[in-house]
């Protein structure tokens, strides 16, 4: 008798929801064949944001499923960060390292997550007519209900687009706020999963002028503010953070109330915060006129104590959000997953649960570690006082002046630190292969 396939319903296209769609779609050896469903509460892919960077086993991850090459050819061309003082005079240097294995601050794939967003969703949509996977993709639909039965996950959808229906397997990859993981865990479980940093950003786009370089120039004024311009690997345009840290890790109920009101209220607050500010600030001010890309977020952690039950798992921001590795995390938590789900030989509970525990167990370690910002951590890099800015910036140049590229490795190359290793799942055969059918 024919197996039956294993239907896999994953809420949230973002960058850890298209790469495990990606994955499922590649992947050479499933016993049973994935059925998946993909559905995205906007009502087309989110192919927008600012430079997010890949690093550590997430490399790893890119060169298995043969993206690497791909990826650097969308880089943001930075070349660095420079700490730049009130009038734009470079304070402190430090370049990217071109080594994959001693990452600095710009990573050797800087890509905009626009440009990853999509190139997922393209791999995927060639990986389905390649390999015949079935893959459906749904814009404007979401979760409205879930519930863990023995014999799968009953779902209902909100608009009705997607069949009620139920799945062996379901994945909640919906960012930060995910709303399927207060479905999996309940709403103040989801809730207490948040962990503020006391810290808030604005990204967007604004147009490059000749004078921008490919430098990411750094900014920090009294009062936790600070501005950052980044290149976009292109001639025309530019991004802009703004960010605002608070003394403490508390949120600031100010901010909050902006980012519910929307982005009328964000560029209001923004406008007030920075105007008094140097270096470029007008230019940046202006930039939030014209620009149609305005991300504005809390910048917090996601410690949940369970990424998955019977037959649902957590991925990406929604199970462990951890500022600077939310992209990498993001990929190598659906790499696990995709890996750990290809094993299944029936569709049992007990079959589903045991891999959705195994790529728990797989993963916990690599997440655990990193997700111990130090204590200091964002607030001493955005001080309040001019004071603290001066210890800042001096520090900055003795960190940087006497070379020692291991503080800045430790910190930003995170998740090698406890010699965590990716698992083999099987893409590295499949690349093998592609390798040598090029040879011939
Ligand atoms: C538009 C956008 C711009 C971003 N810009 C930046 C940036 O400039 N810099 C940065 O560091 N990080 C940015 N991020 C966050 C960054 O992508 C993530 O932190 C990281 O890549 C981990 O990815 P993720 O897939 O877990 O989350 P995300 O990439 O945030 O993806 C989550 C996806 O789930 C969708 N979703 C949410 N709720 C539901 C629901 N109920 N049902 C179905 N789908 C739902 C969202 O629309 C989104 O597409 C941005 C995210 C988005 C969505």
Redesign the pocket.
């Known amino acids: 008798m024919a197996q039956k396939p294993l239907s896999i319903l994953i809420?949230?296209?973002?960058?850890?929801?298209?790469s495990l769609a990606l994955m499922l779609a590649r992947h050479p050896s499933f016993t049973l064949k994935p059925i998946v469903t993909l559905?995205?509460?906007?009502p087309e892919p989110?192919t927008?944001?600012?430079?997010?960077d890949i690093r550590g086993q997430a490399v790893t991850v890119i060169q298995r499923l043969g993206l690497e090459k791909k990826i650097k050819e969308k880089h943001t061309s930075e070349t660095g960060i420079a700490f730049v003082d009130a009038e734009g005079r470079t304070i402190a240097q430090v370049d990217a390292t071109g080594n994959v294995n001693k990452q600095s601050g710009t990573s050797e794939f800087e890509i905009l997550?626009?440009d990853l967003?999509a190139l997922l969703i393209e791999e995927m949509e060639a990986a389905k007519k390649a390999n015949n996977a079935e893959v459906s993709v749904v814009y404007g639909?979401?979760?409205k209900s879930l519930e863990e039965q023995e014999d799968g996950v009953a779902v209902q959808f909100a608009q009705g687009k997607v069949k009620d229906a139920k799945f062996d397997v379901v994945v909640a990859?919906?960012?930060?706020?995910?709303?399927?993981r207060a479905f999996i865990f309940n709403k103040e479980a989801s809730e207490s999963a948040i962990m503020p940093m006391g810290m808030y950003i604005a990204?967007y786009t604004i147009p490059r002028i000749p004078e921008d370089d490919d430098l990411w120039q750094w900014y920090t004024a009294p009062g936790g503010l600070a501005i950052h311009l980044r290149p976009h690997g292109n001639k025309k345009t530019m991004?802009v953070?703004l960010s605002i840290t608070g003394p403490s890790k508390a949120n600031i109920p100010e901010l909050d109330e902006a980012l519910a009101q929307g982005p009328d209220a964000q560029v209001a607050l923004l406008r007030e915060r920075f105007q008094h500010l140097d270096w470029q600030s007008k230019r940046f001010l202006d930039g939030l006129d014209t620009t149609n890309d305005l991300?504005m977020?809390s910048v917090s952690m996601v410690v949940t104590p369970q990424w998955t039950t019977n037959r649902c798992a957590m991925?990406?921001?929604?199970a462990f959000?951890m500022m600077g590795f939310?992209?990498s995390?993001?990929m190598i938590g659906a790499y696990t997953l995709a890996g750990e789900l290809s094993k299944i030989t029936s569709n049992s509970t007990a079959d589903v649960s045991a891999a959705l525990k195994s790529h728990e167990q797989v993963l916990r370690p690599l997440v655990a570690k990193q997700q111990k910002p130090p204590p200091f951590f964002p607030q001493t890099f955005n001080p309040q006082t001019q004071l603290g800015l001066t210890a800042l910036r001096t520090a900055i140049r003795v960190v940087i002046g006497l070379r020692i590229p291991q503080l800045a490795q430790w910190f930003m190359a995170g998740d090698d630190k406890n010699g965590w290793k990716l698992p083999e799942y099987g893409w590295q055969q499949e690349q093998a292969i592609e390798a040598s059918k090029d040879k011939v």
């Open positions: 809420s949230g296209a973002g960058i850890a929801g298209s559905v995205e509460r906007a989110r927008t944001g600012q430079a997010i997550r626009g967003a639909e979401s979760v990859a919906d960012g930060y706020h995910s709303s399927t990204y991004g953070y991300y977020q991925i990406g921001d929604a959000a939310g992209t995390f993001a």
